[in-house]
């Protein structure tokens, strides 16, 4: 998430001609994706750690969910993403193809 901020918020320093500009532009570009992640990440580590069987039961359950159901392409969604670096970004935060000049 870092490196992807990073990214976009070069893009937007880069496409807009005021830094108030690009910071906005930036957190409206960032935002559903960071929030997305924040409420997946808070879905999946609510749980409360089970004791005895219940333990052994979630250890058993874990393997199957993460052999059969976890895959490279169910997490797609969070691990594929990919900035387009050549498509600048306006002052709206939606990207735009590199020959529409944003301003």
Known sequence: MAAEDGIILAKAL???PSIPEALAAYEQARRQRVEKIVAYGAQTGSAKMPAGFGRVVRDFMLRLVFRYLVTDKSMEWMYGHRVKWVRRLSAGG???PACVRAG
């Open 14 to 16: 880069r496409d807009l």
């Open 94 to 96: 939606i990207s735009m």
